[in-house]
């Protein structure tokens, strides 16, 4: 397994550009099972997740091509098969996603049990509730889902998919995928309203599928008979982008994040700029400037302190819970005290032990962590526990002083593409070696 070992200190700048988003070339790479001609994404990023889903696809019997330029090429000619194995599904849970596919196409889905991860049991529940709602019979045995519709296919309903945390991103797509072959129109209330889904929606509408409502909590899909290929470009990973931002911010360089969608990222630059985080915004780019920051030190201090901002998580458009844990490293250097509040899953904490072997002072009480800044951490071995984690302990290497290295790295492998050569890219003393 590799780490990064990081040498702290150096201020970050330079550009850097956006891959695809993951979390919308995941399940758009599942929608190509509605189809038996050719899916097209020209911008899959290029991570382990989308290696991922390419073999699942292949095993379900779909033509996965992958190109040196980054584009996916699937054909679901057929026939596929129904059944998603375990030894793949355990390593990615977005594999639910081929769950609504494989059920509007064949009639009949077995997909493995994605079960949980470190933060959290990750129920599916409302997935479940939106297939039965569709008059498909499901049941759990042996560790996989099986899920059957009736003789006649699928039927629209109308389905509300709101769970105690609020909406619920793979479920909206899995039962919108499902929705769009069913007879009869499909209203799903409380959809989730992430730029993901509805990027998932615009494919499918390309594809030929006829949907009311995108980008709204009500989607109103009315099913056809047949879908067909498309090409579709997937919209700019928003989580990566906040993190190279955060990149800039906390080494108080001035990093030009380029072929982004500011307005995906409005909650995060609302914080950053109650932070006191000096950064300019284009159409599709945001530069972090440097700035002396609120240290006592004065100019040209090093980490660069915000000041202290409080965030709750929230479904879109509020704080994603997929920048917590690189919000919280930030808050680790600033000028007081944050409030954290992690109200997507309350579990997602791992980071919080390691951000303590930096030095970082954070303490947890049930779904908040209390941050106390501090001018400087100090450089430490650390331990990845999850993609979001990992990316979080890397910011704080940066920042921090002296050596820091970060096991287990293939966490990020999972979300960042190439992480290590682009940091390098904007300056930063990091290189990969194995542990
Ligand atoms: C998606 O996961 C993302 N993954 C996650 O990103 C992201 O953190 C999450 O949405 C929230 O934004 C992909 O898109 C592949 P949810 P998903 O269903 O769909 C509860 C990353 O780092 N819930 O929106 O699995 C659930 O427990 C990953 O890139 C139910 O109760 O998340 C959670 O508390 C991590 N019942 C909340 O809803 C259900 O049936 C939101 O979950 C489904 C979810």
């Given amino acids: 397994m590799d780490k990064l070992v990081i040498e702290g200190g150096a201020r970050l700048d330079g550009a850097v550009g956006i891959c695809g988003a993951k979390n919308s070339v995941l399940p758009v790479m599942a929608a190509a099972l509605l189809a038996e001609q050719p899916l097209r994404i020209p911008n899959a990023p290029q991570l382990h997740d989308v290696g991922t889903m390419a073999v699942l696809l292949r095993e379900l019997g779909a033509s996965v091509e992958r190109y040196a330029d980054g584009?996916?090429?699937?054909?679901?000619?057929?026939?596929?098969?129904?059944?998603?194995?375990?030894?793949?599904?355990?390593?990615?849970?977005?594999?639910?996603?081929?769950?609504?596919?494989?059920?509007?196409?064949?009639?009949?889905?077995?997909?493995?049990?994605?079960?949980?991860?470190?933060?959290?049991?990750?129920?599916?529940?409302?997935?479940?509730?939106?297939?039965?709602?569709?008059?498909?019979?499901?049941?759990?045995?042996?560790?996989?889902?099986?899920?059957?519709?009736?003789?006649g296919g699928l039927r629209g309903a109308e389905v509300f998919l709101g769970t105690a945390f609020g909406s619920s991103v793979t479920g909206t797509a899995n039962v919108l995928m499902a929705a769009v072959l069913a007879q009869g129109r499909t209203v799903i209330h409380y959809a989730a309203c992430e730029p993901e889904v509805e990027d998932l929606c615009r494919c499918l509408v390309a594809m030929g599928a006829k949907i009311d409502g995108i980008g709204s909590p009500m989607l109103t899909i009315d099913g056809v008979a047949k879908l067909g290929g498309a090409t579709h470009a997937v919209i700019p990973d928003r989580i990566e982008a906040g993190t190279y931002l955060s990149a800039g911010a906390m080494t108080g360089g001035r990093v030009r994040v380029t072929g982004m969608r500011p307005v995906h990222l409005s909650a995060y630059l609302d914080r950053m700029r109650e932070a006191g985080v000096p950064f300019e915004c284009g159409a599709d780019w945001v530069e972090t400037q440097p700035y002396a920051g609120t240290a006592p030190a004065g100019a040209g201090a090093f980490p660069p302190r915000p000041r202290p901002t409080d965030v709750t998580t929230q479904t879109y458009p509020g704080f994603p819970t997929d920048l917590q844990a690189q919000w919280m490293a930030q808050m680790c250097f600033a000028d007081g005290v944050s409030v954290i509040n992690e109200v997507i899953y309350p579990d997602r904490y791992m980071h919080v032990a390691e951000l303590a072997r930096l030095g970082a002072q954070v303490r947890r009480q049930g779904t908040t962590a209390i941050v106390q800044g501090k001018p400087s951490l100090s450089g430490a071995k650390v331990m990845a526990s999850d993609l979001r984690a990992s990316a979080a302990l890397v910011l704080a290497g940066l920042a921090a002083q002296g050596k820091t290295e970060v096991y287990r790295v293939y966490h990020s492998d999972r979300g960042y593409e190439k992480i290590e050569q682009r940091l390098i890219g904007l300056g930063a003393k990091i290189t990969r070696t194995k542990e």
Avoid: N, Y
């Fill in 71 to 151: 584009g996916v090429e699937i054909c679901a000619e057929g026939p596929l098969s129904d059944k998603a194995p375990w030894e793949t599904v355990r390593k990615m849970r977005a594999s639910i996603c081929v769950l609504g596919p494989l059920l509007a196409r064949q009639g009949r889905a077995d997909v493995s049990l994605p079960g949980g991860c470190v933060f959290g049991v990750r129920p599916i529940d409302v997935h479940l509730k939106g297939f039965e709602a569709l008059g498909a019979k499901v049941r759990v045995e042996h560790g996989f889902i099986v899920a059957e519709a009736p003789k």
